[in-house]
Nanobody, 125 residues
Framework: QVQLVQSGGGLVQAGGSLRLSCAAS????????VGWFRQALGKEREFVGG????????GSLDSMKGRFTISRHNAKNTVSLQMNSLKPEDTAVYYC??????????????????WGQGTQVTVSS
């Protein structure tokens, strides 16, 4: 059993920054990957980026490279998503997710078996 609790988010103007956090508890030693996803109104959930629980590797969509950074903070078992140079099209509900089994694509929501509650991010023009 793994629990994910998100914090952060809110409303910012275009060009601003936000940092989201995802705190993991429970059987965190079983986690392979923590991923970030977002879902805008009327759109499908899409992959933002991910980080390996052990190796520290990250990945992201091309449209977010250079703007979004995922970091792991070992002391508190948290993963953060730093978002810079935000654009109105970044407006969405952001989710962190964890998978405790390895298989499929790390970019697919179906590969993850634990989810945070979601946090609204709104970027105004």
């Amino acid at each position: 059993q793994v629990q994910l609790v998100q914090s952060g988010g809110g409303l910012v103007q275009a060009g601003g920054s936000l940092r989201l956090s995802c705190a993991a508890s429970g059987r965190t030693f079983t986690i392979f990957t923590v991923g970030w996803f977002r879902q805008a109104l009327g759109k499908e959930r899409e992959f933002v980026g991910g980080i390996s629980w052990t190796g520290g590797g990250t990945g992201s969509l091309d449209s977010m490279k250079g703007r979004f950074t995922i970091s792991r903070h070992n002391a508190k078992n948290t993963v953060s998503l730093q978002m810079n140079s935000l654009k109105p099209e970044d407006t969405a509900v952001y989710y962190c997710a964890a998978r405790t089994v390895y298989g499929g694509s790390s970019r697919s929501p179906e590969s993850y078996n634990y989810w945070g509650q979601g946090t609204q991010v709104t970027v105004s023009s």
